[in-house]
């Protein structure tokens, strides 16, 4: 093996307190009270390959004379299809956090959308901000609309008096705070708003699709795994169990994910925008 690699393998291999002839038999056992996520994902780099395997199958000498990195090899070599084995592993040891952080923020996108629609106060805002709109650009084109692009909310803090002291944004909040006082504490409507606002739509959408494929990736594993004989045993009786609650819990989630797009898509139809400009699988 590769000097530096073979190097690196055993420092590896040293954060790791398991005996070699008892580390495959934990992997294979899904055994993650002695294996931590950073670990089987660093196995998973060391994984030998195909002509690391052939070098080591072609070697007749006595085994024991064999470096920690290519005895640890032959080890990984007496499992079939070990790195697929070690990313299943890696994907159950994370599926629970993964799972519930991607819930948590489905519930607060989904949360945030409904406060938006039913927030009385807001539409009142955004009424205000209509007749403002309309008494600027009154004897235009433009004076009498019956509504604007949610983009022109970002031009209240760029138009400007004429002695460009006052913005638009100024002007409204003088308004609201001397004729609409009421309407001030809005916010109080919107409590999920700020945590919704840091959560990218993309970022919902490719852990969703991660979760998914990595699901499938277990069951394809399982059903190669079925045809190892004894050695796996072990490894497909813990991962049938696994996948009896992983599925149940994946349908819900892609259930709530659905959910949560199509109240997305309601809420830019609420607002007069069309979803198909911003959809929810593609949103920033």
Known sequence: ???RRAYNCEIMLTKVKIPLPDLMGHVLALDDSVLYVDQVDNLIKFCPTKEEMDQLKAYTGDKDNLGKCEQFFLELMKVPRVESKLRVFCFKMQFCSQVLELRR???????????????VKLKRIMQTILSLGNALNHGTARGAAVGFRLDSLLKLT??????????????LCKVLSEKLPEL??????????????????????????AISKGLEKVIQELTASENDGPVSETFCQILKEFLSDAEAEVRSLA??????????????????EDPARCPFEQGK
Request: no cysteine.
């Open 184 to 209: 001030l504490d809005f916010h109080k409507d919107l409590v999920n708003l700020e945590a919704s606002s840091k959560i990218q739509l993309k970022y919902l959408a490719e852990e969703m699709q």
């Open 105 to 119: 923020d489905l519930n607060i996108v989904n949360s945030a959308s409904e406060e938006i629609r039913n927030s």
């Open 1 to 3: 093996i590769e000097l």
């Open 158 to 171: 760029d138009t400007r008096a004429r002695n460009n002291k006052m913005t638009l944004m100024h002007y």
């Open 255 to 272: 259930q709530l994910y659905a959910n949560v797009g199509r109240n997305a898509d309601a809420l830019a139809s609420y607002f007069g």
